[in-house]
T-cell receptor
Framework: DAGVTQSPTHLIKTRGQQVTLRCSPK?????VSWYQQALGQGPQFIFQ???????QRGNFPDRFSGHQFPNYSSELNVNALLLGDSALYLC????????????FGPGTRLTVT | GNSVTQMEGPVTLSEEAFLTINCTYT??????LFWYVQYPGEGLQLLLK?????DKGSNKGFEATYRKETTSFHLEKGSVQVSDSAVYFC???????????FGQGTTLQVKP
């Protein structure tokens, strides 16, 4: 049973550029949540997707956007990158019946220079 | 607002010592409570959970009891191993919002 997978593992971008991160949920899960984890901090909720729509959003600017596909996989897009966007980006999947019980992928380490 | 507060680390213990990592929370309603563990360079792994007051979650020798009266969910293990060295995160979540709110994490170092 494949768990949550994310790609790429690492990414280096320059300020002002745009980035797309990808996530495939655990088999049987239909809900995907994204979190940002700065170094030495706990993860912060960005948003959650279910039925291809954004259902919940945390306190992140509109530069952060996402998408969910019919196969439940998801993308996180960040525009106009800032140095402060450097972080580990975690994807978590769950089923809508228990959306708070989330299983995390290994994350994508984004470095903005 | 909703939040989670964990004891500051790092916590350094000798192998076979008793572990307690304190966690308290503020939340509206009756959230579910979780402990996640993060090993170096990896994502978060669900360690244990409790969904209602007085529930005890347990896994791999770790335990935590949902204490509604003290809004706490302290993590304990009777005898730690070197392989338990990691960062531990306490979190709460609600089926209404679907999001998890995490504490800042507590680093555990176990020395042989």
């Amino acid at each position: 049973d494949a768990g949550v997978t994310q790609s790429p593992t690492h990414l280096i971008k320059t300020r002002g550029q745009q980035v797309t991160l990808r996530c495939s949920p655990k088999s049987g899960h239909d809900t995907v949540s994204w979190y940002q984890q700065a170094l030495g901090q706990g993860p912060q909720f960005i948003f959650q997707y279910y039925e291809e729509e954004e259902r919940q959003r945390g306190n992140f600017p509109d530069r952060f956007s996402g998408h969910q596909f019919p196969n439940y996989s998801s993308e996180l897009n960040v525009n106009a990158l800032l140095l402060g966007d450097s972080a580990l980006y975690l994807c978590a999947s769950s089923s809508q019946g228990s959306s708070y019980e989330q299983y995390f992928g290994p994350g994508t380490r984004l470095t903005v220079t | 607002g909703n939040s989670v507060t964990q004891m500051e680390g790092p916590v350094t213990l000798s192998e076979e010592a008793f572990l307690t990592i304190n966690c308290t929370y503020t939340a509206t309603g009756y959230p579910s409570l979780f402990w996640y563990v993060q090993y170096p360079g990896e994502g978060l792994q669900l360690l244990l959970k409790a969904t209602k007051a007085d529930d005890k979650g347990s896994n791999k020798g770790f335990e935590a009891t949902y204490r509604k009266e003290t809004t706490s969910f302290h993590l304990e293990k009777g005898s730690v191993q070197v392989s338990d060295s990691a960062v531990y995160f306490c979190a709460h979540g609600s089926s209404n919002t679907g999001k998890l709110i995490f504490g800042q994490g507590t680093t555990l170092q176990v020395k042989p």
